[in-house]
């Protein structure tokens, strides 16, 4: 990720406004990305660390790798309420302290159940992402509130590309399970850096009459964002559980290595390319979500006839131009649809929309694996994202008609 996709220097108005400057979102985005280690990087360990707990065939790890997913999705609209009430940044301070205590918990577990506490607790109240970007989203707007999201992003996948590999190359000095004592420290330090960030000020709240109208018409965005975000997560997240499983099946022979990279090829072109991305999609975002979803299904299908390195490695690549056309122009209409409305609300409802979807995810490709082996969640995400590629591109139409209409 460059450093064009960060915010330039806030102009004296926007400072005035509480704006932030270039270093400042820099900085948000880097105790994003610390505070994220622990929770990216240890639950592929669970097989790992279960059965020191009294789990010894580790049968509960599927369950249990979704288990901060589902609780930082039922909590992400309470949080975000609170946010816009009490501060954005006092909530997301609350979310890397809320880290800190689960993960001291989940490393002092000595059984499975106090485990499990420990990572309902880490759902529950961590939720960083939605609580980074209601606090960016008081503070920025259009173009520039865009570019911190699509940082963000940047954040999250460099996290879960580096995590596991830290993670890994610590385990034979600190078993997985007590590294979490260690992770700790991550959102802890956090949290100091946070503090010495300016709270943003909170937007006048509309009035009674003047504002109704432009509200109610901004509801159809709203909505088509809330879709777009299921649709996006659901479709690219469930070729992540039994992609392992799958390239090892096809590629007999393949070593650890080599698997790790293909998992993690389509998150390296997010980073490569989401900064050259968003000025090229940043006023056309819609265009951009019917591209990604196509090439998100393209690269979902190639996955299913993929029997040779390079042919895996292409469709990875197929998938990761489609994964980040849509997650740079999902954060560009999620900035359009934040201007006047609550951000803490806003984000905190697409975070639960967002964990939605991968869960869904999960249990289909659970479902599907089971039933018709490693190769049947690539072909359900193909046929939904083939379904919202049509959809993305009626939404385009009209738009693109208008623009000929003109001219």
Not at 195 to 212: G, K, V
Not at 223 to 245: C, N
Not at 299 to 313: E, I, N, R
Request: charged share 10%.
């Amino acid at each position: 990720m460059t450093v064009e996709t960060l915010p330039q220097q806030s102009s004296p108005s926007a400072a005035h406004s509480g704006g932030l400057d270039r270093r400042q979102v820099h900085a948000v985005a880097a105790c994003y990305f610390v505070a994220s280690f622990a929770a990216l990087g240890l639950p592929p360990y669970l097989t790992a660390i279960l059965p020191s707990l009294g789990d010894p065939q580790a049968s509960w790890a599927g369950v249990l790798y979704i288990v901060p997913t589902v609780f930082s999705g039922l909590g992400a609209p309470l949080w975000g309420r609170l946010a816009d009430r009490f501060g954005r940044k006092r909530l997301l301070l609350r979310a890397q302290l809320g880290l800190t205590v689960s993960f001291l918990l989940a490393g002092a577990a000595d059984s499975l159940p106090a485990f499990t506490l420990a990572l309902v607790l880490q759902g529950f109240l961590g939720g960083t992402f939605a609580a980074t970007n209601g606090y960016l989203a008081a503070a920025l707007d259009g173009s520039r509130l865009s570019r911190a999201l699509t940082l963000m992003q940047g954040s999250a996948r460099a996290a879960l590309v580096a995590a596991p590999i830290l993670v890994g190359a610590l385990s034979p000095w600190i078993d997985p399970h007590r590294q979490y004592l260690v992770m700790a420290v991550l959102p802890l330090t956090a949290a100091v850096f946070l503090s010495l960030l300016p709270e943003p000020e909170c937007p006048e709240a509309p009035t009674a009459t003047a504002d109704r109208a432009p509200v109610k018409s901004a509801t159809a965005p709203l909505l088509t964002l809330y879709v777009f975000e299921f649709a996006f997560v659901f479709a690219t997240v469930i070729s992540f559980p039994y992609l392992i499983a799958l390239a090892e099946q096809r590629l007999p022979g393949v070593d650890g290595t080599t698997t790790g990279v293909l998992f993690a090829l389509p998150h390296l072109c997010y980073l490569v390319f989401a900064a050259r991305t968003h000025r090229v999609f940043d006023f056309r975002p819609h265009t951009g979500i019917a591209l990604g979803f196509g090439l998100v299904a393209l690269g979902l299908a190639g996955h299913a006839v993929a029997y040779s390195l390079p042919v895996f490695v292409a469709v990875r690549l197929l998938l990761g131009a489609g994964l980040t056309l849509g997650l740079v122009c999902l954060a560009v209409l999620a900035a359009g649809a934040a201007k006047g409305r609550p951000p803490g609300r806003m984000f905190g409802t697409l975070e639960l929309v967002s964990k939605g979807g991968a869960v869904a995810a999960g249990a289909v490709a659970a479902l599907a694996n089971g039933r018709f082996g490693a190769a049947a969640p690539v072909v359900a995400g193909t046929a939904a994202a083939l379904l919202a590629a049509v959809a993305a591109t009626a939404l385009t139409l009209p738009s693109l008609r208008q623009r000929w209409s003109r001219r």
